[in-house]
């Protein structure tokens, strides 16, 4: 079936560097696409959202951008801190009215002091 | 966002016993889920949990290796049946509520099962 995959498995970035981090989508119905958090030992957070009407949404130091054309959805942090060390999963939704997720491989992000 | 909690947070258990999980949630929503994750790897979807009717599986998984239960809009449990070295993986419980103004889902903390 159809599956969302990121580009990179593992990040390390600098302690106030930004970072950036990829997904690829391949089930062009999705119409919503949410960045989840894990830390160790935690469940996924919820991070930031948006909307296939969409293509940037702000939240606090986090940025997610999303390109239709390319099926590409990207996270943005700006000035990594060593709390934003974990893994950062993208999921889709298939559709609209599809309420269950499809998740990405996942990306772990290392931040060095 | 609701606040979500498992029970147990780990466990140990032989192979060929059943773990029962339980996941409660602070509010009533309208969807839960499960999912397993298994080590170093990213979450599948086990299952959407109907309450007052039975479980909708995602392809791979069956109702009797993992029976749910969701006898009401705020509890749900999910049983691993049989258990074998393959059920090790961490089982996540989500909600979604579609009253909100976000269809987003929030996830528990997990039960990590180690299967002997």
């Known amino acids: 079936g159809e599956s969302v995959g990121l580009h990179l498995p593992t990040l390390s970035v600098q302690e106030g560097d930004n970072s950036i981090i990829n997904c690829a989508y391949s089930n062009s119905a999705s119409d919503y696409f949410i960045w989840y958090k894990q830390e160790s030992g935690k469940g996924p957070q919820f991070i930031i959202d948006i909307r296939s009407n969409m293509d940037k949404r702000q939240g606090q130091r986090v940025t997610v951008l999303l390109n239709k054309t390319v099926k590409h959805l990207s996270l943005q942090i700006a000035a990594t801190q060593p709390g934003d060390s974990a893994v950062y999963f993208c999921a889709e939704n298939g559709g609209a009215g599809s309420y269950q997720l499809t998740f990405g491989k996942g990306t772990k992000l290392s931040v060095i002091p | 966002s609701a606040v979500i909690s498992q029970k147990p947070s780990r466990d140990i258990c032989q192979r060929g016993t059943s773990l029962t999980i339980q996941c409660q949630v602070d509010?009533?929503?309208?969807?839960m889920f499960w999912y397993r994750q298994q080590p170093g790897q990213s979450l599948t979807l086990i299952a959407t949990a109907n309450q007052g009717s039975e479980a909708t599986y995602e392809s791979g998984f069956v109702i009797d290796k993992f029976p749910i239960s969701r006898p009401n809009l705020t509890f749900s449990t999910l049983t691993v049946s049989n258990m074998s070295p393959e059920d090790s993986s961490i089982y996540l419980c989500?909600?979604?509520?579609?009253?909100?103004?976000?269809?987003?889902?929030?996830f528990g903390p997990g039960t990590r099962l180690l299967v002997l």
């Open positions: 989500s909600v979604e509520d579609l009253g909100a103004a976000q269809e987003t889902q929030y």
């Open positions: 509010s009533q929503v309208t969807m």
